[in-house]
Nanobody, 120 residues
Framework: EVQLVESGGGLVQPGGSLRLSCAAS????????MSWVRQAPGKGLEWVSA????????YYAESMKGRFTISRDNAKNTLYLEMNSLRSEDTAVYYC?????????????WGQGTQVTVSS
């Protein structure tokens, strides 16, 4: 069955960097647009970034542009999110998700998430 396993989160100081990974299995990875979404404490889900089948097109929420980079390695069935210039407001649980292709029900599957805490 579809499985998405996020890793790479942790505690980092403001201005620091982290690289998140998502190991995917149980589906044809390069048949799907993949996304990162996050949920900060006390807030709802927020879309972070998305990447096309082969990685040639990437998309970012406005506050992430210039700081975050999404990428994928289809040979390894792995999705990445490079996070730079981190701010306290980036503190959240980060999830990778398989995009359904529908704008009404965006995600078919997502992982358990990895905690990112930005604090001095």
């Amino acid at each position: 069955e579809v499985q998405l396993v996020e890793s790479g989160g942790g505690l980092v100081q403001p201005g620091g960097s982290l690289r998140l990974s998502c190991a995917a299995s149980g589906f044809t990875f390069d048949d799907y647009v993949m996304s990162w979404v996050r949920q900060a404490p006390g807030k709802g889900l927020e879309w972070v970034s998305a990447i096309s089948y082969y990685g040639d097109k990437t998309y970012y929420a406005e506050s992430m542009k210039g700081r975050f980079t999404i990428s994928r390695d289809n040979a390894k069935n792995t999705l990445y999110l490079e996070m730079n210039s981190l701010r306290s407001e980036d503190t959240a649980v980060y999830y990778c998700a398989q995009f359904s292709g529908s704008w009404t029900h965006e995600y078919d599957y997502w992982g358990q998430g990895t905690q990112v805490t930005v604090s001095s």
